[in-house]
């Protein structure tokens, strides 16, 4: 069973930028693909970010193309989110999500992975 963490969730204002890191315990991530979802108060699950362990391909949803970007970061072992000139609309409770080492190929789709982490909240605001 993998166990994944969020870590670097806060209250930041517009404009601010943080740094999400995905780890997990006892394994590496280096084989998975990683999604990164969100979701605010009263709204479904957002697939936001995802990097394949087949061919390395990186997907974005349009509401935060050119704002986030997903890496890994092999030598810790982690996938990580920075997230660039946050926005109100942003605040939401982040997880990741992993597949089960099957190769799955960049998908936004929730329902496509196995394994989720608690999540960790971000707020956007003044």
């Known amino acids: 069973q993998v166990q994944l963490v969020e870590s670097g969730g806060g209250l930041v204002q517009p404009g601010d930028s943080l740094r999400l890191s995905c780890a997990a315990s006892?394994?590496?991530?280096?084989?998975?693909?990683i999604g990164w979802f969100r979701q605010a108060p009263g709204k479904e699950r957002e697939g936001i970010a995802c990097i394949s362990s087949r061919d390395g391909r990186i997907k974005y949803s349009e509401s935060v193309k050119g704002r986030f970007t997903i890496s890994r970061d092999n030598a810790k072992s982690t996938v990580d989110l920075q997230m660039n000139d946050l926005k109100p609309e942003d605040t939401a409770v982040y997880y990741c999500?992993?597949?089960?080492?099957?190769?799955?190929?960049?998908?936004?789709?929730?329902?496509?992975?196995?394994?989720w982490g608690q999540g960790t909240q971000v707020t956007v605001s003044s």
């Open positions: 006892r394994f590496t991530l280096n084989y998975y693909t």
């Open positions: 999500a992993a597949d089960d080492l099957r190769g799955l190929e960049a998908s936004l789709m929730s329902w496509e992975y196995d394994y």
